[in-house]
């Protein structure tokens, strides 16, 4: 299973429609300094499928700070993502979504 790319806009949609969950990869420094208030928390280094939140028919988002974690390992998130409806990487990470004006704590 391979990944694909969503952009910004899509994904606040489908967040607010409640057909997405948003999972962040990064590390807790970087989470601790800003994160999309959304996102669970799964970093890469310690990434573990089983504690992803319910995602049953959902699509199932990655995001990390610019998108080049979730790319460079988009296909082994893919491919251990059940039951969602499809998985995406957040194109240009966290950073894209500032850039929208999108909500950051």
């Not at 994904?11 to 999972?23: N, R, Y």
């Not at 998130?77 to 894209?96: K, P, R």
Request: proline share 5%; with cysteine.
């Amino acid at each position: 299973m391979s990944i694909k790319h969503i952009d910004p806009q899509t994904l606040k949609s489908w967040m607010a429609e409640g057909k997405a969950i948003l999972v962040d990869v990064r590390e807790h420094g970087e989470v601790a300094r800003e994160r999309i208030p959304e996102a669970h928390h799964m970093p890469l280094s310690n990434f573990n499928p089983a504690g992803l939140p319910a995602h049953s028919g959902k699509f199932v988002v990655y995001h990390c700070a610019s998108g080049g974690r979730t790319a460079q390992f988009g296909s082994q998130l893919a491919s251990v993502t059940q039951a969602a409806n499809d998985v995406f990487h957040l194109a240009g990470g966290i950073m894209s979504w500032k850039m929208q004006g999108y909500e950051t704590a």
